[in-house]
């Protein structure tokens, strides 16, 4: 295992994190006053832990690129958050949970971690509760669920198809209340440019003033990335556009591994692309699929309007494939379902690639009503992108790049492989697998940040209490500031052509093409050498309009779109390494007779964790080995 140190406590699964609370260093709360905690992010991860820290007394800095830390990416979140409080009575328990998000990801995450975020999730609801957030409720005034993919309870709180919005502004509200408070000072428009290390430790980070221009130096006892997924490496995505993964790519060439990059959630249920101009994609949340059920016209080729098309010539293709779970199946095998139909020629709309979701019956069986107050503003959302209604006719979908199971390494503590480095939220590997179940993503962020890191930060931060308040002045501070300014100046003096915003775009359609939804050893070797292809002609015909000592657009996409040619790579290497098809990772060569993900466990069981090791360089891999204890290595079967 070489340098992976999990540091999963002893002792039985349900009682790990009870004994680890238990156990753990404390700081008392004079000294807390004198450690200084950057945290990058205000998603509900970064929100959740600056305000929770800063509660605790600690001094906190945090960081977004936004205008306001509610705007971070988690607001677009729509379906809803997952917790095991059984409030339907319907089977539901924490082990439940626990059960259903390692089986929905492929048995390749880490038992002790997703038990631990099957157990904070019921004080995530409560907390949020507590907080304000509007959850939708039933006729009697308790929060109310609904069901979402890969589990046959309903466990999923949600607050109409807003739900990422609503508890964003509850941690803004927390957060909001910490920095009245002077806990925590609130730097937006700032973008982290590097990490520094000083003797082998996070000590601090460098960031670019967005709209001046400024490099500025911040040093503190530990630094926490909230920073999110890098789902637009794919370009056309259902993230916020200006989601990347720079701040975790430098944290990696610093030491940091990167755990399992290739594993890339691709969401069945995305409104398809339009036309080539499009910059993003936008969602419909999987929480549709409680009510909509998916479809394709059994002919080849049907042109009929779908209203058109009667029942019996209709193909419920995943009813039919998957009769236990129906159009709730995992969306790795959802996404997949769809892809087939379309490659088979069954697709609908003008480039057949698309599916249906359809409403008719749900609304026939509830009454338009019903399904207004339930879905109203995705009704919307999809109206105003198309101009269809979808009370009327079946709404149009087809797979899209949506979340990233693959981040940087953290043990137990969520410390990544540097010393007071954290990672929370998206930004880490730890609790999906291979795949994500739908909703259990702001469980997640906001467990980690609200819940886990303030417990486990102490740990590290107790044996910090001398180190006085971090200098910027140091030559650690000089050099990373002096490398940062140095790659700004190389950009902006390429004086090319293309923007950046056009190699993204081919970077995207190589990655969709090669490292989508299923993936094979040619076509993976061919994407290296295209990315490698294009990265070389990035850094000789780039173009920046304007200067670095301004608001500059231009120079901040360009810096991200450079970070992703380097994680592209890592992200292939990732793929072709794993000789096996699990969850969202779907190898052609390992696939059983009917065209399901065939797992190997015997030399698969591990999490890849990449080291970088050099400019050039070909990374080093280290392996964690998976154990489990208290579930069983089964075939993943939804049928
Ligand atoms: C359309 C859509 C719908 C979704 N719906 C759901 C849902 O219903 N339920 C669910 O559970 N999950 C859902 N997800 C997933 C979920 O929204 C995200 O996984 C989650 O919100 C991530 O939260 P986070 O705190 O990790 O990061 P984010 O919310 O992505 O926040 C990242 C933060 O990091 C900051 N940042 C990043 N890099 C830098 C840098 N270099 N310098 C400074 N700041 C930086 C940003 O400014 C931002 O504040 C959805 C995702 C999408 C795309």
Known sequence: MGKLISKIPEGPLSEKWTSYKASVKLVNPANKKKLEIIVIGTGLSGAGAASALGELGYSVKVFCYQDSPRRAHSVAAQG???????????????????????????????????????????????????????????????????????????????????????????????????????????????????????????????????????????????????????????????????????????????????????????????????????????????????????????????????????????????????????NLVPRDVGSRASKERCDAGYGVGDTGLSVYLDFRDAINKQGKKAIESKYRNLFELYNTITGSDPYTEPMRIYPAGHYTMGGLWVDYELMTTIPGLYAIGEANFSD??????????????????????????????????????????????????????????????????????????????????????????????????????LKDEFWKDLNIPGTDVELNMELEKAGRVADYFDLAQLLITDALNRKESCGAHFREEYQTPDGEALRNDQDFAYVAAWEFAGEGQSPVLHKEELKFEAVEMKVRSYK
């Open 80 to 326: 809803g958050i997952n917790a095991a409080k059984n409030y339907q009575n319907d089977g539901d328990s924490v082990f439940r949970l626990f059960h259903d998000m390692i089986k929905g990801g492929d048995y390749r995450a880490r038992e002790a971690n997703v038990y631990r975020a099957a157990e904070v999730s019921n004080q995530v609801i409560d907390h949020f509760t507590a907080l304000g957030v509007p959850f939708a409720r039933d006729y009697g005034g308790t929060l109310d669920t609904r069901s979402f993919g890969g589990v046959q309870v309903s466990r999923t709180f949600y607050a109409k198809g807003q739900t990422g919005q609503q508890c964003l502004l509850g941690c803004y509200s927390s957060l909001n209340r910490q920095i009245k408070k002077g806990t925590v000072k609130m730097f937006p428009r700032r973008e982290m440019l590097d990490l520094v290390l000083i003797d082998g430790r996070a000590r601090g980070i460098i960031v670019r003033n967005l709209i001046t221009g400024e490099i500025e130096r911040h040093g503190a006892h530990a630094v926490v990335l909230a920073t999110g997924g890098y789902g637009t490496i794919y370009y056309l995505s259902t993230l916020a556009v200006n989601s990347n993964a720079s701040a975790a790519w430098k944290a990696h060439r610093k030491g940091a591994f990167f755990a399992n990059p290739s594993f890339i959630q691709i969401h069945p249920t995305s409104v398809p692309q339009l036309n080539e101009f499009q910059s993003k994609l936008t969602l419909m949340s999987e929480s549709l699929r409680n009510d909509g059920r998916i479809w394709v016209p059994k002919k080849k080729g049907d042109k009929r309007p779908a209203n058109e098309i009667p029942d019996e010539e209709r193909d419920y293709f995943l009813e039919r494939r998957y009769p236990a779970y129906g």
């Open 432 to 533: 999906h697998g291979a795949n994500r179940l739908g909703a259990s993503s702001l469980m997640q962020a906001a467990g980690d940040g609200y819940f886990v890191l303030p417990n486990t930060i102490s740990n590290y931060l107790a044996d910090q209490i001398s180190v006085p308040k971090m200098a910027t002045d140091k030559v650690e501070f000089d050099e990373a500031e002096k490398s940062s300014r140095e790659r700004i100046a190389r950009l902006m003096a390429i004086k090319g052509k293309q923007n950046a915003g056009t190699f993204h775009k081919r970077l995207g359609k190589i990655m969709w093409d090669y490292v989508g939804m299923s993936r094979n050893e040619a076509g993976l070797l061919k994407a290296l050498e295209l990315v490698r292809e």
